[in-house]
């Protein structure tokens, strides 16, 4: 496929692999910020390709799994109402709440619809007035643009049967959390190509002054994450610490200066709970006063119920790259994608969903790559 | 058809129930009285009228030659009952027929189902009659029985089909999961992923660049294709919902063998591609209902590759990979960058994915 193929070459990943082999002198621990290069990493089998040393660590860059237990029941809440025709992207329908997720709502005859877009939500609400339409607005900078685009819109228009179930969370602070807890372990970081084509990587610059430590901004095909480590590896064997941008061809330093204004108009920087990892401050978005009529938490009061997060499940250590989800005594045996007890089990981009489904060979000492 | 006497009543391009009169279903076309005795006689009678269709039995008395019997059964539930390449009509002819030629079987006779819901346009009962009738022609059986039942409005969804078929299997052949040897080789019968992408665009009104259309054919010639060829067949098996990941795995699991493919041989035309890479999904697991993959001897891979490929509807015909005794009971492949790693059956469906 045009764009895509060439950085799925074999021949183009092998030279990478060996230039970054021939460089590489002691052990480094890098992570891969963005669900979607976990994804990529397992399925195309990358780590394969590094050097012993060298170990990916994955990060909380995916959306389904840190959004907090307490919103998804807030979401099955507001969706179970016979009034409320409840849309979402379609990997947040699996995320078990406390004891059930959005399609048994579906199923027991909750209006609960999956779409691409949240202007497809807002199409909806205005066909059919008579509804409450909810737009579960999950994800981090990436799609920020577009929910806040629907909600700016509902408002030029008045559109008064839409809102939103706001869950934006934001890669700086999280990289920050994990940077300065004392048991970090991470030493170069991969940033996610895609909050970077809107965000641009300024934000990260001063990140990687104070604590010393490289930032790649890295794409998502193989050789893109290929290239990343390379020249994350190199930095950190040149003693450099910089914001180097592998994804040249996507991002640019300043981003989408029209998406920012866009993110800023309808939304303010807020404290956010992560799913597993617990409340980071201004980590997240929420929206502006001036919008709050569209806030589905206002409109359907459900804004102060809280839920306690289950012990048993380690993915808030998984997702700071503290562990990885073989060191969880659950993985695979009481938790598996068709009964997850994380959410790190649940969406194709989560660290235990995809060792899951693509590495369950690991443990066996008879592996051959061949 | 234009030599078809019958063109001008019923097996035409125009609804043979009087559209003045029955715009729609109604209960009463399932109630057993004239309305019913109305559809039988003008619609289905006419248009699969075959050897053994008879209204003046309770069931159908056919001839099947030497061999064993094959009998499946499938249901078809499908939305939109129209989609690019097919219909409701041609998944249910194509599923049962191809069920019946993975078995090694010839396609004989097929049964025809019909539970309709109160209030489908009789047009589209209508269409979805002559897609049988078209698909079944195409395929080389004749539907012998049927049934037809009209639930209350809103409690179906425009027309459900079930459809049993029998074939014969000729006496010396053996084609089933435990014929899979250490060694065999896998042959798919072309590009996978049309048909869930179609059907996926014409729900969702996604409008990609080019139509992708629903390879939904029927698989019996092909299949004899590869036993006319002096192909040594072992296994066949079509690849439907779950698509070809979960069709491996559950021969692995059968056989006890390990499957290993390699992603490249796998033929995925561009635009699905495309379309797959925008929602986050695999090919390997989108749907196909005119696809299957062959075990064969491996000595006569090549064989297998050519005879199918002669077809037009499987000229993309690819091997794909091997079986081996490596790891039991698993399915591996060998992705683009040239590392392992396990394919395994999902959960539920696929869901498009955030971003």
């Not at chain 2, 006569?300 to 690819?318: I, S």
Request: glycine share 10%; with cysteine.
């Amino acid at each position: 496929m045009k764009f895509i193929d060439e950085y799925r070459d074999a021949g183009a990943a092998a030279r990478y692999a060996r230039a970054l082999a021939k460089i590489t002198t002691r052990p480094w621990t890098l992570m891969e910020v963005c669900g979607g290069q976990t994804h990529a990493i397992v399925k195309f089998g990358v780590d394969e390709l590094l050097p012993a040393g060298v170990t990916l660590v994955h990060g909380p860059g995916c959306p389904v799994c840190v959004t907090p237990l307490e919103l998804i029941e807030k979401a099955i809440e507001i969706a179970s109402r016979p009034e409320v025709t409840f849309c979402s992207f379609g990997d947040m329908l699996r995320v078990p709440g406390r004891s059930r997720d959005l399609l048994s709502v579906k199923a027991t005859g909750g209006d609960v619809r999956i779409v691409y877009s949240p202007l497809d939500a807002l199409a909806t609400a205005v066909a059919q007035p008579s509804r409450e339409v909810v737009f579960f607005a999950v994800g981090f900078e990436t799609t920020a643009p577009a929910n806040a685009m629907a909600v700016f819109q509902a408002a030029q228009c008045g559109v008064r049967n839409f809102s939103i179930l706001v869950s934006h969370v934001l890669v700086p602070p999280a990289m920050e959390a994990i940077l300065s807890s004392p048991t970090n372990r991470v030493q170069g970081f991969l940033a996610a190509g895609h909050v970077c084509t809107v965000m641009g990587f300024e934000e990260y610059e001063p990140i990687a002054r104070r604590y010393r430590v490289p930032i790649v901004v890295t794409g998502f095909e193989p050789v893109d994450i290929l290239q990343g480590v390379y020249m994350c590896v190199r930095q950190l064997e040149e003693g450099r610490a910089e914001v180097e941008n592998q994804y040249a061809r996507a991002v640019r330093r300043e981003g989408n200066v029209p998406a920012q204004d866009l993110i800023r108009r309808v939304f303010q920087v807020v404290p956010r709970k992560w799913r597993g990892v617990g409340e980071i401050p201004q980590s997240g978005l929420g929206l502006r006063d001036e919008f709050a009529d569209f806030d589905a938490e206002r409109r359907f009061g459900v804004a102060h119920h809280t839920e306690e997060e289950p012990t048993v499940c380690i993915s808030g250590s998984i997702l700071r790259g503290l562990k990885k989800p073989r060191d969880c005594s659950a993985f695979g045996r009481e938790c598996t994608p068709e009964h997850p007890l994380g959410a790190t089990m649940v969406s194709s981009e989560g660290a235990c969903a995809a060792y899951y489904r693509y590495r369950r060979l690991e443990a066996d000492a008879a592996e051959t790559h061949g | 058809m234009a030599d078809d006497p019958r063109d001008d009543t019923a097996a035409g391009f125009t609804c043979p129930i009087p559209i003045a009169t029955y715009p729609h279903v109604l209960l009463a076309h399932g109630g057993g009285g004239t309305l019913m005795h109305q559809l039988i006689e003008r619609m289905f009678l006419p248009a699969f009228g075959g050897a053994g269709l008879t209204r003046q039995h309770d069931g159908a008395l056919v001839e099947i030659g030497p061999g064993r019997l094959a009998f499946t059964t499938d249901s078809y539930v499908v939305r939109p009952l129209f989609f690019p390449g097919g219909d409701i009509g041609t998944l249910a002819v194509n599923g049962t027929v191809n069920d019946l030629a993975m078995c090694g079987a010839r396609p004989l006779y097929l049964s025809v189902g019909f539970i309709l819901e109160e209030g489908l346009p009789m047009d589209a009962l209508w269409r979805v009659v002559q897609s049988i009738q078209r698909a079944a022609a195409e395929a080389g059986v004749a539907v012998v029985t049927g049934d037809t039942k009209v639930v209350d409005r809103g409690k179906g969804d425009g027309v459900f089909v079930n459809t049993a078929g029998v074939g014969v299997v000729p006496p010396d052949r053996v084609v089933a999961p435990d014929r899979v040897r250490v060694g065999d080789a896998l042959v798919l019968s072309g590009d996978i992923g049309r048909h869930g992408m179609a059907i996926m665009a014409a729900r969702e009104g996604l409008a990609f660049e080019s139509a992708i259309e629903s390879d939904c054919a029927p698989l019996a010639l092909p299949v004899q294709a590869l036993f006319d060829a002096g192909v040594e067949v072992h296994c066949l098996r079509d690849l439907t919902r779950g698509g070809l990941a979960s069709a491996l795995v559950e021969i692995a699991e059968a056989s006890g063998l390990h499957v290993r493919i390699d992603e490249r041989a796998i033929p995925v035309r561009e635009d699905v591609r495309a379309a797959c890479e925008l929602l986050g999904f695999d090919p390997l697991y989108v749907a196909n209902e005119g696809r299957f993959v062959a075990f064969v001897a491996a000595r006569d891979r090549d064989r297998a590759v050519a005879a199918l490929a002669a077809h037009p509807m499987c000229a993309g015909a690819a091997a794909i990979g091997e079986v081996t005794s490596g790891r039991p009971r698993l399915v591996t492949m060998r992705s683009p960058i040239g590392a392992t790693r396990i394919v395994d059956m999902l959960s539920g469906e696929q869901l498009p994915r955030i971003c």
